[in-house]
């Protein structure tokens, strides 16, 4: 897991904040200086606190469960879809559905309903529907594929969020906190990091610097869930040289006995072999 150097991100643009007027006090720790009338993210925090997230995220990747990433911002949204993609993780980069995770079962309700007109479709049954039954479920499937079709493989909670943009993502965020379930994001100058439990202090405008910040930790993830798939290697090879010495007596017995019968007939054949002048003679009649 290679981590972006401090010219790496000085390059991105992760080190752009906001206007002055326009900051969130609670972001001071995590700012450098001003300048012309913008802050100055530090960016020594920012490598710091991506280290970190980046640990974090590989575990839970290794564990086997599922990160949610959200973005719905423009410069964000292919990005996140092509890093999520690639580790097989859910994303949102469309609306937020409000309630999807303090109302899951009803989403996931909605997702069974994309699966059943799937069904239609391939049984037969979509097609002895009218034509305008037909268009009408054509418009309903097409609607729940742009907004939950990412999140069709999300069969429970996710473990973590990944979020680009704090004050745009406030619903998420505040349904993560309600449900005590870790947020990953990136705060720029101008949100409050109060509510996140992994900071990572960087420009969240500028397309490069996203790219940059969640390509490391998708990265990290990506490493997570191949140590596990070598640990299940392991774990299996190890089971299959447990079940060896168990079976190797059996063939022991086997090659003893296959030995004794072997025997047999060599002692048979000496009995047969002894010459008869050796036989003790009969006394002789009187």
């Known amino acids: 897991m290679a981590n972006p150097t401090f010219d790496q991100l000085l390059e991105a643009g992760c080190h752009f904040g906001h206007l002055k007027r326009k900051w ?3 972001m001071a720790p995590y700012i450098f200086m001003e300048r012309n009338g913008i802050h100055i993210i530090d960016l020594y925090k920012t490598a710091a606190k991506v280290e970190e997230a980046a640990n974090a995220l590989k575990q839970i990747a290794k564990s086997g469960k599922k990160v949610l990433f959200v973005a719905t911002k423009k410069q964000a949204k292919q990005v996140v879809a092509d890093l ?15 309630g999807m995770l303090t109302n899951f079962p009803t989403i996931r309700k909605a997702v069974k309903k994309m699966t059943t007109i799937d069904k239609m479709t391939k049984d037969g049954t979509f097609d002895n529907l009218s034509k305008r039954e037909k268009l009408q479920i054509t418009r309903q499937r097409a609607k729940l594929e742009k907004t939950l079709g990412s999140i069709a493989d999300l069969n429970r909670l996710p473990a973590a969020l990944l979020v680009v943009d704090v004050m745009k993502e406030h619903i998420a965020v505040a349904e993560a906190n309600r449900l005590g379930i870790p947020v990953f994001a990136m705060v720029d100058t101008n949100s409050d990091p109060t509510d996140i439990d992994f900071v990572i202090p960087a420009n969240d405008d500028a397309s490069k610097s996203i790219e940059l910040i969640l390509g490391t930790l998708t990265s990290a993830m990506a490493e997570g869930l191949e140590e596990r798939k070598v640990e299940k290697i392991d ?8 079940e060896a010495p168990a079976a190797a007596p059996k063939r022991e017995r086997r090659r003893v006995r296959r030995n004794d019968v072997a025997a047999e007939p060599a002692a048979e054949e000496t009995v047969a072999e002894t010459p008869a002048a050796e036989a003790p003679e009969a006394p002789a009649a009187e």
């Open 84 to 98: 999520a993609t690639s580790v097989n993780m859910p994303y949102v980069i469309e609306r937020w559905p409000g």
């Open 24 to 26: 969130n006090p609670a």
């Open 235 to 242: 774990a299996e090879a190890a089971a299959e040289n447990e």
